[in-house]
Nanobody, 124 residues
Framework: QVQLVESGGGLVQPGGSLRLSCAAS????????IGWFRQAPGKEREGVSF????????YTADSVKGRFTISRDNAKNTVYLQMNSLKPEDTAVYYC?????????????????WGQGTQVTVSS
């Protein structure tokens, strides 16, 4: 059974940092590209950051570029999203997802497996 489990969310003040983790089980993460998406109440799911299966290719949305960094440790079957300089507009449920598509993709329908999400709230 394939599972992606996100962790690391929480409440943080504006300007603060969080590191999200996406731990995979039931699959070998080396074979999958991983995406982080987020969804705020009343809004569509938004692609945030993406990384290819080997980690050589990454893509980060303009809205978080320079503040968020995606990385992966295939030995630990885990992908990370380091989020710095957080803003209230970053408040959302963050999801990780896995796809066998080689090239990084921001299209949710391209992803085969999804985690349950972790809440990130940025507020003073």
């Amino acid at each position: 059974q394939v599972q992606l489990v996100e962790s690391g969310g929480g409440l943080v003040q504006p300007g603060g940092s969080l590191r999200l983790s996406c731990a995979a089980s039931g699959l070998t993460l080396d074979d999958y590209a991983i995406g982080w998406f987020r969804q705020a109440p009343g809004k569509e799911r938004e692609g945030v950051s993406f990384i290819g299966s080997s980690g050589d290719t990454t893509y980060t949305a303009d809205s978080v570029k320079g503040r968020f960094t995606i990385s992966r440790d295939n030995a630990k079957n885990t992908v990370y999203l380091q989020m710095n300089s957080l803003k209230p507009e970053d408040t959302a449920v963050y999801y990780c997802a896995a796809t066998t598509i080689v090239l990084v993709t921001a299209i949710p329908a391209d992803y085969d497996y999804w985690g349950q999400g972790t809440q990130v709230t940025v507020s003073s």
